[in-house]
C-alpha cells in the first residue's frame, strides 16, 4: 500500500516562528500536494508540485512557501507563522497519470500560539 | 473557477438505512471527474468513489453509487445499508483532467455523516 507520512500529527508554533511540515511518499509518485482543512471550507489547495523542483501555487499560496529537493518529499514553509494558519494540514501524492485517486496523509493539526 | 458546494453540513442515518448525501458544482468544461472522499475520524482521507463526466453510467462500489445529473451539476452520493463504520466526514471534490494539474482537485465544504446504531 501507497504510504504517505506527515512528520507531526500536532504541532504547537508561537507567532512568527519558521515552521516546516515534512510529507514523504514511498510510491515514487510524481505529484505531491498540500491542502488546509477548515471547518465549513473544506481543503483548500495552497501549492503543489508536479516533479522535484517544479512547483505551482494553488488557491490559498499566500504566507506559504513549499520545496520539493528529492521526488518523495515534499515540505511546506511556513516563513513567519501567524495566528490565521492555525490549521490541519493535509499532504497527498498521486502517480502522474492524470485524476488517478490522491493518497492522503494523516494530517498535522497546526496551533499557532 | 470551479467550485463545489455541499449544501448539507451535517447529515445522520440508522444503521441499515439508505442516505443521500449532496454535492453540486459549477464549470464551463465538458470533461471532467468527480470523487466522493471518507475521512473518518483517524484523519485518512480515503476514495470512495469516481465519476468521469463522459460517461454516462453513474459509478458505483459495493455499497456507494452515484446520481451524476449533467445538465444540472449534480453528484450525489447513496450510501445503501449504512453502517456504524460509514461514520465521516465526506467530501466531495473536481477536476477538470488537463496537463498538470489534471490531479489538482477542488473540494467541497464536507458533509459530517452520523449512523446512529
Known amino acids: 500500500d501507497v504510504k504517505v507520512t506527515q512528520s507531526s500529527r500536532y504541532l504547537v508554533k508561537r507567532t512568527g516562528e519558521k515552521v516546516f511540515l515534512e510529507c514523504v511518499q514511498d510510491m515514487d509518485h510524481e505529484n505531491m500536494f498540500w491542502y488546509r482543512q477548515d471547518p465549513g471550507l473544506g481543503l483548500r489547495l495552497i501549492y503543489f508540485s508536479y516533479d522535484v523542483k517544479m512547483k505551482e501555487k494553488g488557491d490559498i499560496p499566500e504566507g506559504y512557501s513549499v520545496s520539493r529537493e528529492k521526488k518523495e518529499r515534499f515540505s511546506l514553509i511556513l516563513e513567519s507563522a501567524s495566528t490565521n494558519q492555525t490549521s490541519m494540514y493535509l499532504c497527498?501524492?498521486?502517480?502522474?497519470?492524470?485524476?488517478?485517486?490522491?493518497?492522503f496523509g494523516s494530517g498535522t493539526q497546526l496551533s499557532v500560539l | 473557477a470551479q467550485t463545489v458546494t455541499q449544501s448539507q453540513p451535517e447529515m445522520s442515518v440508522q444503521e441499515a438505512e439508505t442516505v443521500t448525501l449532496s454535492c453540486t458544482y459549477d464549470?464551463?468544461?465538458?470533461?471532467?471527474?468527480l470523487f466522493w472522499y471518507k475521512q473518518p475520524p483517524s484523519r485518512q482521507m480515503i476514495l470512495v468513489i469516481r465519476q468521469e463526466a463522459y460517461k454516462q453510467q453513474n459509478a458505483t462500489e459495493n455499497r456507494f453509487s452515484v446520481n451524476f445529473q449533467k445538465a444540472a451539476k449534480s453528484f450525489s452520493l447513496k450510501i445503501s445499508d449504512s453502517q456504524l463504520g460509514d461514520a465521516a466526514m465526506y467530501f466531495c471534490a473536481y477536476s477538470n483532467g488537463r496537463g498538470t494539474s489534471g490531479s489538482r482537485l477542488t473540494f467541497g465544504e464536507g458533509t459530517q455523516l452520523t449512523v446512529n446504531p
Open positions: 464549470t464551463s468544461e465538458s470533461d471532467y471527474y
Open positions: 497527498a501524492s498521486s502517480p502522474g497519470d492524470m485524476n488517478e485517486k490522491l493518497f
